[in-house]
């Protein structure tokens, strides 16, 4: 204890005397003693607690931008997603739109069509018996019929898909006379004749009476207009 008591006076002994020596000079070294001294302070606090302190304000305010960011750029890249996955949508609805008017438009016009090119097919198998009978010596072909044959064998609707259009099939019996080498001709003929969209179901011959026979030439096609020909 007496060695504690001793450091305690000889501290007490020296700050007297600093205090001494403070109080012994004017009163401008006083104020500028008290101005370091305050300054030596202040710049302990600043290098403990304040610089510290303001860096790690400032490395937060740092990170709260940079997240800030990072969701201004996420929200704006949500924003341009579902933008574009909206202009996505109309324009498939507007393709969708397009596309039901353009089938719309085929199913209207379709009879029409149906019309044409029926009536082009007899146009066609009429002028192929003419060309054939100018070819021919007078009297050696002749055209006695043209007509319609109905469906042997229609197509089960309850056998097709339910979305699936019907499909029917059209039978052109034609009955010609003539000579056996004329008719032959005109089977070649037709054969060959490749813008016709019928296909042969079957030929007939019989004797009329020597030398004319008589020729029966079925043919058929498909189409989805069940009016495609009506003779």
Known sequence: MSAVRTAWQQQQARWRGAWARFTARSVREQLMLVAVLALL?????????LTPALA???AALAREAT????????????????QQRATEAAQRQLELKRLRDQWSALQQQQPQVAQ???????????????????????????????RAVPDVAPPSP???????????RHGVQLVLTGRYEALQA??????????????????????????????TVDLET???DPTWLAL
Not at 67 to 82: C, D, H, P, W
Request: hydrophobic residues 50%; neutral net charge; glycine residues 4%.
């Open 56 to 58: 790690q304000r400032k």
């Open 186 to 215: 005109y089977v070649q003929a037709l054969a060959r004749a490749g813008e016709l969209p019928l296909r042969l179901r079957g030929l007939s011959l019989d004797v009329v009476e020597h030398p004319t026979l008589e020729l």
């Open 67 to 82: 997240l800030l960011q990072g969701q201004q750029q996420v929200q704006q890249e949500l924003q341009s997603t579902i």
């Open 158 to 168: 309850a056998a097709s898909a339910p979305s699936a259009p019907r499909v029917y």
């Open 116 to 146: 044409a090119d029926a009536a082009r097919t007899l146009a066609l198998l009429e002028s192929l018996v003419q060309r054939q009978a100018q070819a021919a010596p007078a009297g050696a072909l002749q055209l006695v019929a043209l």
């Open 41 to 49: 302070v202040f710049w302990v606090i600043d290098a403990l607690w």
């Open 222 to 224: 498909l189409s989805t």
